[in-house]
């Protein structure tokens, strides 16, 4: 029997891990055995949890784990990793999907929080301008621009300055019904962006909710409160509407921030004592931009194979002020508290999107989409960190995008798609706008640009055991090069059971756009595109009905370029060569779902240019003699997640994520203490004081308990580590790995009720 369904109907496929290969070093760390130890505890926990109801029937389970063998196997998708109609075993890249009983019942209070439970890999770090920043496989930046940030398929990413900056941080999560992340190179599918992966969010339609709720949460220490109402109807079984609100009061938690190096007292603050909590007036974790409500709204409408959304997102916080307030002079005329003030951004985007699907023949499929998009931005820098003195700066950017795909399926053995995009953006940032600012001044802010893109892709089932795709994206804008973003992989499943993939792509990112005007303006010159080529194996097998394991190695060719703080504009920072890999083991039935996952980047080599200044570059000191890690990453990344059912009323969920450390950020830090003038924007800490580069552990437990089929309650605690000691639960900051903030334990009580 073949089960056909769009792109996940209503049993949603979640990925495993893909072939796992230890680096020789990995088996001898000590951080990667207390993580593994701890995990393994919490593994026999919950398959003992298992054991006790492993035949429970719950009425909330949704998972795709229930279908046959036979079913399975041939499952089709349509997915964001690939253009043409696949099977779920083989798809030709690493991904991790996420359905709707995952998004509600983790108990995750964001879509960050969310991806840090599940994807393996996948890592987060604060920051002292935006909110906090992804990193994927090693790869992570200053600015969410090594990935792309997807609703429904289209891209979300502010493309002036800071990438996917906004939504993520929301703690709005209702109109979501699944998530998607490709972890690799995705650019041949999607772009020019999609360097280190893409994050895909499906939103419902009118045909998969139908009815009306509320969700109301309450945040406790970390506060907020939030309400969230979602409304489907079905008019035909090819037509729907859907409307969800949502909105947030946001207070956050206090801020117990640390400051790695010890400093006099200076500018009317009490001395700062390395391991001690920073004085002075601090913003609350969390704390939201101009005190500003966050919103979303997301309205759909389905009439056969025409679609109409639009949506509407509002969010953005207040980071605290960095080392610098101990660094520099207040100004006589500046009040202390308006001197420790860090930066604030407030994201706002409207859009508007038409997507067109079609069989036009039984071999021709044709997709077209239109849409419009308008992103503002409201920026001040106070105090310290302020450039230039405190002003408040409002920019915008809007954008007109067109796709068509076409999709021709002559026969049983080939898939061919090929289409083309364009994308026409106009922005405007009047001052204060960093890249032009700097003499000689850009007095024109307003400006536009065009990018017109290439892309196809072939699909070769050459029998049932082998399958190839070949991909191909070109990218082509106003002030950059052709981009080439190429993609092959090869699958391989000899049995029912066991499925390999060799996978080998490039893709590329330019500068942002901003960025990119300014150098042209100046120098009337296009630099060069970031890129990253990865190499990859994978292994999955189905051990039973219940139980599935699989890993992957990889390998990663970095030439990275980034921000220059003299010449303001991005540059090359040299080549980075990354190793690692991901193990993941699932359990699953009908009322039970644990995942175990273990991931692993490692630097292997760093060139960096010649002409590059000390520590001109942040992602490692390598080659400046001082260890063999990356900078801001933790080599080993432990994931545990349980969700059980307890009979038809109950469910226990709870997650458990562990950061073995960051040893290449003593060694930066190390390093940059060598210097004559230490680098502002890198770790510094006092001779052997070593608390920032310990380890992190995020514990999380939830209970949900439905007294009748209108409501469900729910309690969950976060951080919970923290009660034992409150740096556990710790977050550092990119750049100044060497600060960091204690995150509270907290609580959230929500509760819905279905009309």
């Not at 393996?120 to 002292?128: A, E, G, I, M, T």
């Not at 429904?152 to 993520?168: H, I, Y």
């Not at 090069?481 to 060799?502: C, I």
Request: net charge negative.
């Amino acid at each position: 029997m073949t089960v056909r369904t769009e792109y996940r109907d209503n049993q949603t496929i979640k990925t495993t891990g893909r072939l796992w290969r230890r680096l020789s070093a990995a088996v001898e760390s000590s951080a990667m055995k207390i993580g593994l130890a701890v995990a393994a505890l919490w593994l026999a926990l919950g398959v003992n949890a298992a054991a006790a109801d492993d035949v429970a029937q719950s009425s909330t389970s949704n998972d795709w784990r229930n279908l046959t063998l036979e079913q399975l196997v041939n499952v089709e998708v349509r997915s964001p990793a690939t253009l043409t109609e696949i099977d779920f075993r083989r798809v030709p890249v690493d991904m991790t999907e996420l359905d709707a009983r995952d998004v509600e019942q983790s108990g995750a209070r964001n879509l960050n929080q969310l991806l840090e439970i599940y994807v393996p890999n996948v890592q987060f770090l604060l920051h002292h301008a935006h909110q906090p920043h992804l990193g994927i496989r090693g790869i992570i930046s200053d600015r969410d621009d090594k990935y792309l940030y997807q609703v429904n398929g289209l891209t979300m990413n502010n493309r002036m300055l800071l990438g996917a900056d906004d939504e993520r941080a929301l703690p709005l999560l209702g109109d979501i019904r699944s998530v998607d992340v490709v972890r690799g190179p995705a650019s041949a599918t999607h772009g020019a962006g999609a360097l280190a992966g893409v994050i895909d969010v499906e939103t419902y339609n009118g045909l998969t909710f139908q009815g009306a709720d509320l969700n109301v949460r309450q945040g406790l220490v970390d506060q907020y409160s939030a309400a969230e109402v979602r409304y489907g109807h079905k008019f035909s079984d090819t037509s729907g509407l859907f409307m969800y609100c949502g909105v947030a009061d946001v207070q956050g938690a206090g801020n117990t921030y640390y400051i790695g190096h010890s400093y006099p007292a200076t500018n009317g603050l009490p001395a700062n004592v390395a391991g001690k909590p920073a004085k002075g007036s601090i913003p609350n974790l969390n704390e939201p931009a101009f005190g500003s409500l966050w919103h979303k709204v997301h309205l759909s409408y389905v009439a056969g194979p025409l679609e109409f959304w639009g949506r509407f997102v509002q969010d953005g916080d207040v980071s605290p002020p960095s080392r610098s307030i101990y660094t520099k002079t207040r100004p006589a005329t500046e009040p202390l508290e308006t001197f420790t003030l860090g930066r604030e951004i407030r994201n706002q985007q409207y859009t508007a999107a038409t997507r067109f699907k079609k069989d036009l023949s039984p071999t021709w499929n044709l997709e077209l989409l239109q849409s419009y998009d308008l992103w503002a931005f409201k920026d001040q820098r106070a105090g310290a960190d302020s450039w230039p003195p405190r002003r408040t700066r409002s920019a915008d950017e809007q954008q007109a995008f067109s796709r068509a795909i076409a999709v021709w399926t002559p026969n049983d053995a080939h898939s061919l798609a090929f289409g083309m995009e364009y994308s026409h953006m106009w922005f405007h940032d009047p001052p204060y706008a960093d890249a032009l600012e700097v003499a000689p001044v850009v007095s024109n802010r307003n400006w536009q640009t065009g990018t017109i893109s290439l892309l196809a892709e072939h699909q070769w089932r050459i029998t049932d055991q082998w399958t190839t795709f070949l991909s191909f994206r070109t990218d082509k804008h106003t002030y950059s090069d052709w981009l080439l973003s190429p993609r092959a992989t090869v699958v391989f499943t000899p049995t029912e059971r066991d499925t390999f993939k060799l996978m080998a792509g490039q893709s590329v990112r330019r500068s942002g756009d901003e960025e990119l005007w300014s150098q042209w303006e100046r120098q009337r010159t296009v630099p060069a595109p970031e890129t990253l080529r990865s190499y990859e194996i994978s292994y999955e097998r189905k051990l039973t009905d219940h139980w599935r394991v699989g890993g992957n190695a990889f390998f990663e060719d970095y030439d990275a370029i980034g921000w220059s703080s003299t010449l303001y504009h991005s540059l090359s920072l040299g080549n980075f060569q990354i190793a690692g890999g991901e193990f993941q083991l699932t359990y699953s039935n009908k009322s039970t779902r644990i995942t175990l996952s273990e991931g692993v980047a490692k630097l292997v080599d760093a060139t960096l240019p010649k002409s590059l200044p000390a520590a001109g570059q942040g992602i490692t000191a390598e080659p400046y003699g001082f260890g063999q890690d990356l900078a801001e990453w933790a080599p080993f990344i432990t994931k545990l997640a349980l969700v059980h059912d307890i009979g038809k009323r109950w469910t226990v969920s709870s997650s458990l994520v562990y950061y073995s450390g960051f040893p290449g950020a003593e060694d930066y830090a190390n390093y940059n203490a060598t210097l004559a003038k230490p680098a502002t924007s890198a770790p510094l800490s006092d001779p052997g004081y070593t608390e920032p580069y310990g380890p992190n552990l995020y514990l999380n437990l939830g209970l949900e308990y439905r007294p009748s089929e209108k409501w469900t309650i729910r309690v969950d605690g976060y951080n919970l580590a923290a009660l034992a000691d409150e740096k556990l639960s710790k977050r550092n900051y990119y750049f100044r790995t060497s600060e960091f903030s204690a995150q509270p334990a907290s609580l959230t009580v929500s509760a819905r009720y279905r009309f």
